[in-house]
């Protein structure tokens, strides 16, 4: 066990306890804590959770933000979540983005709804909201700060709607500053999600899934939100084999179909933090047993998709597929894997990915300096430390100078990260890829893995960084001295 | 191996084939009652964020500058995240990190705690706490909390290093108003904490650009230097906000450039302080006159030929210099390129979105040319707004009567767009992209936010070289749509 100390904390040792390096006992840091004050974090709030990683996505909704201007301003069209309903823009033409991305919708909080309380002007925006898109076969109201702290009662709200309009209409009450980062939006939204859809199912149940509909082979992909297309390679496999995916949590996915999760055979769970609530959820109480995957690298995916075969007994299906994948891809991933050799990358995601991706840099040669995650739990780490060498620095939500410390210490070739840190990493003159919503995705599945490591080659192969060591190439001190 | 043997380099998007599904059967009008913004509680689209932002903003162009957010963390990171979008920079800003103890018990200590980690380790020279919308109905007693910030600063580092820290408060809950508000603020807590008279006066010109661009200041600087005048520009992001690539960096990593805070306290000394968009730097150039008598010259934003003829001419007044011939060479090229366009420009359609200063100084640069603008849509509600624009129109003898959106939001824009029989142009920000795509016309980028193009942010619109390059942003624009065969040929 080896709990390290960075030079910038030595100020703030409370810190210490976040970061430790890989070794034969495997150590848990502390995570999951409070943020401390002014450390310059890099974390997001819990609406940032629920409004943007998990009710995002779903294409047929209306995500109704009840706050002032900004909460919802910054949620707009900005997470690659895409989808494929699109809204009519004029007679003969589609809108230029997919429905989710399109609009943004709030109550637009002013001074005297904060002292009066928001209820009524949220209850108007549901109402009109809904004669405005016709398009949309739901409404969801997330809280922020602002509604949390005034205590508006949004489920009261919700009802009222739903009950006036035969709307659907759900409540995600996650107000940022209830939980320590985004991963509390998540919880919040599985949660209050799960409840909800059952006292639906209970009040109307010609939403469930018809008997006669159903078949030994319907799955959910829970915890999959389309970055970039990822769905059009990771579907497609999982359908090959036989399955028949009903509904996904939540990417490219229509409401009515979240509404039929409990009328599955099987949930596949991928991202294991921001998901796998539900799916313990729906085993609980619906006996729908899940099983967990990555769908990143060749290993990953093909594991993914024998263990699914071996539920419903198609494996030999499995095989054939994963044979014709690897037959695609194989020669561009030798080539790919042939430049990165040897290279050093570091991660900074949320957390699951750091896990998902130490296999994919191994299979295509490189290795993973440094793993560093925002909102990580104790699994996560577990996970980590699970599939990482020896000697790997991990630190528990980062903060600006700790992840600059560390890219001078651990001297990655890369540095795959948000958009917030890329630009800090390349002043630094470490490549980047934005690992959230990808450069140039799908980075999931077999043929997402070949853009995937494209994107890491045009990282590292760049012709810009042999020029930023100046004029006389020494940096600026040679080109000071003349 | 090489590149060329490999059969796929990856799999871009016409191979996905993604297949669009339709809401709805058809297209359906949108219910006509709920089209305009005052007619509704429901915002769709909105053409600002928050206040934070502005002062976020502002914070950001000082020289060791660093925002503390006393809020959750999303108010901050979602900042951070937006002008790493539009300036494709690094955005350090501290946070208090409010949970659920603070939403309690208040975020004293959030705010004490926060300026002492942000201290010791980055030892910033100045620090804008912005309030947020959470901290503001939670009653903070914010005054009372910085001095209680300080003094646990003064314990830990000492007196004198503690002091050299200098923390201003700008009050920005959203709820009360947008970015540009903000920025407004900022503008005024700062010479209103910093600002203090000296013996004698300095001889220079304060200026505070507004939510403009790096590339703007850059040219505002340089109309500064050839009118040789020196000058304190308050919210310099040009360096900050556009750093070059160039290790080794200091470590932290530091931005360069900014405004010090030492020229801050000088401003008190100038001969006038020059606000170039009334409604975003107004309120520190209005505070100076009153309380030091610097004399406030606030006008539109320098776009185009009046807009930056006043500038100019403002500049070489309170400086009591001529304007070199540079400077009117710089003006004739201008004019010229007008000269060369019109045949294209005049009497096409326009619709001009964004913070209302841009509104008003790009619609009087339009008009210049002899467009017509159709639809106008400043994006926080202004007192000023509407008039302003009638006495532009005035000016340019414009006489149509255009659609004048004061802080609604842009589906009314959007629909009213779209019932237009023509339009031939939309200048506005990224927000403005899904419209003009969807309208099959051109847009002309200008204004915050631009994300979704490369180098907006680096060049300037402001000036009579920044004309030259809108001008021609738009001349093509027209061109490349409505001509796209070869009668260019003799432009
Ligand atoms: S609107 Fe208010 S609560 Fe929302 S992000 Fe802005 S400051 Fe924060
Ligand atoms: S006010 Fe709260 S919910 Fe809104 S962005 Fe800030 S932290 Fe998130």
């Not at chain 1, 295509?364 to 995650?373: F, S, W």
Request: proline letters at 5%.
């Amino acid at each position: 066990m080896s709990l390290v100390r960075m030079k910038c904390n030595e100020c703030i040792p409370e810190r210490d306890k976040h970061m430790y390096v890989t070794g034969e006992e495997p150590v848990i840091p502390s995570c999951n804590i409070a943020t401390l004050p002014g450390d310059m974090t890099e974390r997001g709030c819990a609406f940032a959770g629920a409004r943007g990683v998990i009710g995002g996505p779903i294409t047929d909704i209306i995500a109704m933000v009840h706050s002032p201007v900004g909460c919802a301003w910054y949620t707009w069209g900005t997470r690659r979540h895409l989808s494929d309903q699109y809204a009519w823009a004029t007679k003969d033409r589609l809108t230029n983005v997919a429905f989710n991305r399109r609009f943004c919708v709030t109550s637009d909080m002013q001074e005297k709804d904060v002292v009066f309380g928001g209820m009524k002007k949220l209850e108007r925006a549901c109402l009109e909201a809904i004669r405005l898109f016709p398009e949309a076969k739901g409404l969801i109201i997330f809280t922020t700060c602002t509604t949390g702290l005034i205590g508006d009662d949004v489920q009261a709200v919700a009802r009222k709607v739903e009950k006036e309009t035969g709307i659907l209409v759900f409540a995600a009450q996650s107000p940022g500053c209830s939980g320590v980062s985004q991963s509390k939006g998540h919880h919040d939204f599985n949660t209050q999600f799960y409840r909800q859809v059952t006292e639906l199912r209970e009040r109307r149940p010609e939403l469930k899934m018809r008997e006669e509909e159903k078949t030994p082979y319907d799955v959910c992909l829970v915890g999959e939100y389309n970055m970039d297309w990822d769905l059009k390679v990771t579907r497609p496999l999982f359908e090959q084999l036989g399955l028949r995916i009903v509904s996904v949590f939540s990417g490219n996915e229509r409401i009515e179909n979240l509404v039929k999760m409990p009328d599955v055979k099987l949930n596949i769970v991928h991202c294991q933090r921001s998901a796998e609530y539900i799916a313990e959820m729906e085993k609980e109480g619906n006996g729908v047993p899940f099983i967990r995957c990555s769908l990143y690298g060749i290993h990953q995916t093909s594991k993914a998709l024998r263990e699914a075969a071996r539920f419903f007994g198609l494996e030999e299906r499995a095989e054939q597929i994963i044979t014709g994948e690897m037959a695609r891809i194989e020669k561009s991933i030798a080539f790919y894997r042939e430049k990165l050799q040897g290279k050093k990358v570091a991660i900074y995601v949320g957390g699951p990915r750091v896990w998902h991706w130490i296999k994919l840099m191994e299979e295509l040669g490189m290795t993973v300096v440094a793993g560093l995650c925002t909102f990580a739990h104790a699994d996560d780490y577990e996970k980590i430390n699970a599939k990482a060498g020896k000697g790997m620095l991990v630190i528990d939500a980062p903060n600006e100078f700790e992840i600059e410390e560390m890219l001078l210490d651990t001297k990655p070739d890369l540095f795959l990260c948000g958009m917030k840190e890329k630009h800090l990493g390349r002043k630094l003159g470490v490549p980047t890829v934005n690992s959230h919503s990808y450069e140039k995705g799908p980075y999931a599945g077999f043929a997402g893995m070949v853009n995937f490591a494209r994107d890491l080659y045009q990282g590292i192969y760049a012709p810009v960084w042999k020029f930023q060591w100046g004029l006389n190439g020494g940096g600026e001190t040679t080109d000071a001295a003349e | 191996m090489r590149l060329s043997e490999i059969p796929v380099e990856g799999i871009p998007y016409d191979q996905l084939k993604i297949e669009k599904y339709t809401c709805t059967p058809e297209y359906a009008e949108r219910p006509a009652d709920l089209i305009p913004s005052g007619a509704r509680a429901v915002v769709v689209n909105p053409n600002r964020t928050c206040m934070p932002l502005g002062a976020m903003w502002a914070t950001m162009g000082l020289h060791k500058g660093i925002p503390f957010v006393q809020g959750a963390q999303g108010c901050t990171t979602y900042v951070r995240y937006t002008f790493s979008r539009v300036f494709k920079e690094p955005a350090t800003i501290a946070t208090a990190s409010f949970h659920e103890d603070a939403a309690v018990f208040g975020g004293r200590r959030n705010l004490i705690e926060g300026i002492r980690n942000l201290v010791v380790r980055y030892r910033p020279e100045v620090i804008g706490i912005c309030t947020t919308c959470s901290s503001e109905i939670i009653g903070d007693d914010m005054v009372s909390n910085i001095k209680a910030a300080k003094a646990k600063l003064r314990e830990e580092i000492g007196r004198e290093a503690a002091d050299a820290v200098d923390i201003v408060l700008i009050n920005t809950p959203s709820f009360a108003g947008s970015h540009v508000e903000g920025y407004d603020r900022a503008s005024r807590a700062f010479v209103e904490t910093l600002a203090t008279r000296q013996t004698g006066p300095n001889h220079k010109v304060n200026i505070i650009p507004g939510l403009l661009y790096p590339g703007d200041i850059r040219e505002i600087k340089h109309l500064l230097r050839h009118m040789g005048v020196e000058g304190i520009t308050l919210f310099d992001i040009s360096d900050p906000f556009d750093a070059p690539l160039r290790p080794p960096q200091k470590f932290p990593y530091e931005p360069p450039g900014g405004t010090t805070a030492t020229e801050i306290r000088d401003m008190a000394n100038s001969l006038a302080t020059m606000a170039l968009q009334p409604h975003a730097g107004q309120a520190g150039a209005r505070y100076l006159e009153r309380k030091y008598g610097v004399r406030a010259l606030v006008g539109q934003t320098p776009v185009g030929v009046q807009g930056t003829d006043d500038f100019i001419r403002g500049l070489s007044e309170v400086a009591g210099l001529p304007v070199p011939e540079d400077l009117l060479d710089e003006r004739g090229r201008l004019v010229d390129s007008l000269a060369d366009t019109f045949h294209h420009t005049m009497m096409k359609k326009v619709a001009v979105m964004g913070d209302p200063d841009v509104v008003l100084s790009v619609t009087r640069f339009v008009l210049e040319m002899g467009m017509e603008p159709v639809a106008l849509a400043g994006s926080s509600v202004s007192k000023t707004f509407v008039h302003s624009l009638r006495e532009i129109f005035e000016e340019g003898e414009f006489t149509g009567d255009p659609l004048v959106i004061n802080g609604g939001d842009l589906f009314e824009f959007e629909e009213y767009l779209k019932k237009l029989s023509r339009l031939d142009l939309v200048i506005g920000n990224s927000k403005a992209v899904d419209i003009a795509k969807e309208l099959q016309i051109p847009l002309v980028r200008v204004g915050f936010p631009i994300y979704d193009r490369f180098g907006y942010q680096k060049r300037a619109i402001v000036g009579y070289r920044g004309g030259e390059i809108l001008l021609a942003d738009i001349v093509n624009s027209i061109l490349g749509y409505q001509y796209p065969d070869d009668r260019t040929h003799q432009l």
